[in-house]
């Protein structure tokens, strides 16, 4: 299924976002704050997504959406990388069998070209496995970069033919590696840094953003409803004016 773009279709507001997507930062610094090595707080982290992945489905968010690994993430330690990958093998194989138990479906996306063969096989049984789950759906990003979707979506549509004057935004989106997804109605990043970081660069056109200090390791499920509660208190008009909005939920 593929979902209209923001742009061209004014999507149904519900009090519970139903696509969250969060850039999981401060994993590092949780761990140097603490006199620990960074690894730690890596580690620290993966607990932090099974908390958040049950709280999301307890509070009927039906896509989650976790920024694990960017393109620019190949640009740290070649140690801490390493961790990372290992961290990632470690968690598809702990957390998948309790996903599918609980019909969570888990998707990854991204150029997954670049991890060792193994990994990429851990990758593909895990969704495999759980593709007819109708509860959750769980997203790693992984190896991803909003430039490259864009990019290998294009080429896709290229590839597809017709003439490039006629291509419309949603022939582009449905060649977006989330094209399953409606796009993030929530998007959240923890650790104090305040931009979005090449991520999901297309669908969060029209995203609510809420930025917190609290870093990644202690983000649990008291932190996710002040930012659920941030997101009921905003107005989202894309492109409208207040007394449209106001008219519209009368019609409605």
């Avoid at 063969?117 to 959750?136: D, F, H, P, S």
């Avoid at 935004?169 to 990043?189: G, K, N, T, V």
């Amino acid at each position: 299924m593929t979902h209209s773009s923001s742009t061209q279709v004014i999507p149904l507001v519900t009090a519970v976002p139903k696509h969250v997507a969060i850039i999981m930062d401060g994993n590092g610094r949780w761990a140097t704050s603490r006199y620990m090595p960074r690894v730690a707080g890596h580690a620290k982290g993966v607990e932090a997504v099974r908390t958040i992945v049950e709280a999301c489905a307890a509070r009927g968010v039906q896509f989650l959406t976790l920024f694990a690994f960017s393109s620019e993430n190949w640009r740290r330690p070649a140690d801490e990388v390493s961790v990372l990958m290992r961290l990632f093998m470690t968690a598809l194989e702990r957390e998948v069998a309790k996903m599918h138990a609980n019909d969570i479906r888990v998707k990854v996306v991204g150029d997954l070209s670049r991890f060792d063969k193994r990994l990429q096989e851990m990758i593909a049984v895990a969704m495999a496995r759980t593709a007819g789950n109708r509860g959750l759906t769980l997203t790693i990003c992984a190896n991803y970069g909003g430039r490259w979707d864009i990019l290998q979506a294009m080429k896709k549509l290229v590839a597809s033919g017709g003439a490039a004057a006629d291509f419309t935004e949603e022939d582009l989106a449905q060649h977006l590696s989330m094209a399953y997804a409606p796009e993030p109605d929530l998007f959240i990043r923890t650790g104090g840094e305040e931009r979005i970081s090449n991520f999901l660069l297309w669908q969060l056109a029209y995203t609510e953003l809420y930025f917190t200090d609290t870093y990644w390791p202690d983000f649990d499920g008291e932190a996710l409803d002040l930012a659920i509660a941030s997101y009921q208190q905003r107005e989202r008009r894309f492109g409208r004016t207040s007394e449209q909005l106001v008219e519209s939920k009368k019609a409605s």
